[in-house]
């Protein structure tokens, strides 16, 4: 079983609406959470990370549930630049490894 | 910017060749990576190095030898290149003290192809 595991996609949505995906992990020692963003043949960049209590990042929000051991990621009123490959990241605490997820490819369309 | 550059940034090579993808960081960081990004995969540790010949293997290691002998400069080599190893390569730094934080900053990729 992969340590991370997100679903693939693609989710295809219109512009304007409320897209939501999860990511799940395995490790019920992960400590830290976090999104990365990353573009057609670019590197990975941060997004946000995710905490406790769930936090927001303007039009972002995230969530972690530790009893199911998921993390989500919710995009409201998406925008035609939303249109990348969502990367779900956790690590232990004290590891010098993070794990990624596969990646959950969005696509806004006009 | 992170200031880290890649290179080369393509490269085709020959099964059995011998490789090396070099990463130049400009901000004296302690801590480099380098993963592989694979369809249905996500990225994969291959290496990482905490300090000036401080390295240690990631989860993918096989294959794949590192050298650090300046803190800027982080090598990958593939001592006999495999189809395998066909793969878009990151190096990437944190900037804090460890990478709890979870704040990577990739370079821009280095695409590999072996034939």
């Known amino acids: 079983r992969k340590e991370v595991e997100q679903d693939p996609g693609p989710f295809n949505v219109p512009e304007g609406a409320t897209v939501a995906f999860n990511c799940t992990y395995s490790n019920s020692a992960s400590q830290s959470f976090f999104w990365y963003r990353q573009d057609c043949r670019k590197e990975p960049k941060l997004l946000m990370s995710?905490?406790?209590s769930g936090n927001e990042d303007g039009r972002f929000t995230a969530q972690l549930n530790r009893a199911s051991q998921y993390i989500s990621l919710l995009i409201r009123d998406s925008k035609l630049s939303d249109s990348a490959t969502y990367l779900c990241v956790v690590n232990r605490l004290g590891d010098y490894k993070l794990s990624f997820g596969a990646g959950t490819t969005v696509t806004v369309r006009a | 910017d992170a200031g880290i550059t890649q290179s080369p940034r393509h490269k085709v090579t020959e099964t059995g060749t011998p490789v090396t993808l070099r990463c130049h960081q400009t901000e004296n960081h302690r801590y480099m990576y380098w993963y592989r990004q694979d369809p249905g995969h996500g990225l994969r540790l291959i290496h990482y190095s905490y300090g000036v010949k401080d390295t240690d293997k990631g989860e993918v290691s096989d294959g794949y030898s590192v050298s650090r002998s300046k803190t800027e400069d982080f090598l990958l080599t593939l001592e006999s290149a495999t189809s395998s190893q066909t793969s878009v390569y990151f190096c990437?730094?944190?900037?804090?003290?460890?990478?709890?934080?979870?704040?990577?900053?990739f370079g821009e990729g280095s695409r590999l192809t072996v034939l």
């Open positions: 990437a730094i944190t900037k804090t003290s460890g990478p709890n934080t979870g704040e990577l900053f």
């Open positions: 995710v905490y406790s």
